[in-house]
Structures are given as C-alpha cells and as structure tokens.
C-alpha cells in the first residue's frame, strides 16, 4: 500500500477534485430544486407518492430512490453507534440526499485524513 500523507501532492489534488465535485454538486441541486420549488411548491408527497401509486417508470424510480435514502440513512446512523447525534444526522441524510452526503462524506474525508476504512465504519475502525 502507498502511505499518502495529507500535505502531499496526490492528496492535495484529490482534496481539490473532492472538492470542487462536492460544490458542483450542491450549486447544481440546489438550483434545480429552488426551481421544481418555484413551480410546484414544498408539498412534494402527493407527487412522489403518487407516481408510485401509478405503477409507472416515474414510480418506480421513486421507489428505488427511496430505498437508497433509506440505505443511506441506516449508514449513517449504524456509522454514529445509533447515538442521538447518529440518528438526527440520519434523518437529514433521509430528507436531505445527495447535498446532505457529499458535505457528510467531504467532513468525514478531512475528519479522517482520508483514511477510507475510519469514514465507513466510524470507531470500529482499531
């Protein structure tokens, strides 16, 4: 294995690659949902619900979105030992998606100097 130490090139540059995708990301679903916002409002249930209820594509990936923010949620609380911390950061991982984890996994990456295994299992890391 290659020992990165965090003021090295190759760190730097995943930092500012890490980085930048994380701003992207956020810049972008922001701006998309301030729109979809704009013309639909807050209330996104009946829409969400309902084109699963249709039983077509749109519903299904819904579905399937879901499971993945509930999969997401359960990481991050199990992560946290399900303390109390642990289960409000779940269910803004739950609510939030993608903005919540790209700041959550960027946190963690500086948190851990990277270190992979410490970001996905917390303190079972030995």
């Known amino acids: 294995?290659?020992?990165?130490?965090?003021?090295?090139?190759?760190?730097?540059?995943?930092?500012?690659?890490?980085?930048?995708?994380?701003?992207?990301?956020?810049?972008?679903?922001s701006v998309y949902t301030a729109s979809v916002?704009?013309?639909y409002g807050l209330n996104?249930?009946?829409?969400?619900?309902?084109d699963m209820m249709k039983m077509g594509w749109a519903g299904q990936f819904n579905l399937d979105f879901m499971f993945m923010l509930a999969f997401s949620a359960m990481w991050t609380a199990w992560r946290n030992e399900f303390s109390p911390q642990g289960l409000g950061l779940a269910v803004l991982a739950f609510f939030f998606g993608a903005p919540f984890l790209?700041?959550?996994?960027?946190?963690?990456?500086?948190?851990?100097?990277?270190?992979?295994?410490?970001?996905?299992?917390?303190?079972?890391?030995?």
């Not at 100097?113 to 303190?123: A, E, H, K, T």
């Open 102 to 126: 790209c700041i959550y996994l960027f946190v963690l990456s500086r948190q851990t100097d990277g270190d992979v295994v410490r970001m996905l299992i917390g303190n079972r890391a030995a």
């Open 44 to 50: 996104l249930f009946p829409y969400f619900f309902g």
């Open 1 to 29: 294995l290659v020992q990165r130490s965090p003021g090295s090139v190759m760190w730097v540059s995943v930092w500012v690659s890490v980085s930048v995708s994380v701003s992207v990301s956020i810049t972008q679903s």
């Open 37 to 39: 916002v704009s013309l």
